[in-house]
């Protein structure tokens, strides 16, 4: 009886919190203002700053952590998380990084490069001499391509050469078969992605479904 009561008034509470626009962290469980916390649209788990500062820094710290952080096995993206890291120096974290900057996302980035099977770096930005890396979120795979957001150039992921590929500028790397072992090499760690039965192509989910079908035709299941 007292307990149900109790049961009762916490629910209340709860739903007033709810009412008033606030948003519960799934991790610490506090709630804050609705614009505080962050919330994944595939699994609805909501992150406030502090437990999403812990989360990237955690992994960045443990020389084992997967990167990016996942939340039932979704990628987190620079995207989604990025204002909430903006300004932040954890005393944790070795900063700054290897140029002397102490700017967050640029250790994550310089982090996330070494523990990325074949990263993709900048071609433009490497023939002037700097050394840009390219995070997976920025790689349209469909597409073997990825966009540098410090030159706005396009690099192969296949040859890592500067694209598009024209006539004049032809990818070296033509047979289907080491385009799919390259695709192979760089995407089989990653949350999301398998490799199709049928083809032999990588696949990637769909949001918030493990099910895809492939372009050949073939269903894949995508476990995590
Ligand atoms: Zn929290
Ligand atoms: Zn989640
Ligand atoms: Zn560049
Ligand atoms: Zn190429
Ligand atoms: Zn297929």
New binding site residues.
């Given amino acids: 009886m007292g307990f149900s009561i109790r049961r009762g008034v916490a629910n209340l509470v709860r739903r007033g919190q709810r009412l008033a626009g606030k948003a519960r962290c799934s991790v610490c469980l506090t709630y804050f203002k609705g614009a505080l916390v962050k919330t994944i649209p595939t699994c609805s788990h909501s992150y406030c700053k502090t437990c999403l500062q812990k989360t990237y820094t955690r992994a960045m710290n443990d020389p084992e952590g997967i990167l990016p952080p996942r939340c039932c096995g979704q990628e987190l993206t620079m995207a989604f998380a990025g204002d909430f890291l903006a300004g932040y120096i954890p005393k944790e974290l070795e900063m700054p990084d290897s140029v002397g900057h102490t700017d967050f996302r640029r250790r994550y980035l310089e982090i996330l490069a070494e523990r990325t099977s074949d990263p993709i770096y900048?071609a433009?930005?490497r023939s002037l001499g700097r050394q840009?890396f390219i995070p997976p979120e920025e790689i349209n795979e469909e597409a073997d391509s990825a966009v540098?957001s410090?030159?706005f150039?396009g690099t192969c992921t296949l040859c890592k050469r500067s694209n598009p590929h024209t006539f004049g500028n032809p990818c070296p790397i033509d047979s289907d078969e080491s385009r799919q072992e390259i695709r192979y090499q760089r995407l089989s760690g990653r949350a999301g992605w398998k490799c199709c039965d049928g083809c032999g192509m990588m696949v990637s989910r769909d949001v918030g479904c493990a099910h895809v079908v492939c372009r050949c035709g073939q269903n894949v299941w995508l476990a995590f």
């Fill in positions: 900048c433009h930005c840009v540098c410090t030159c150039q």
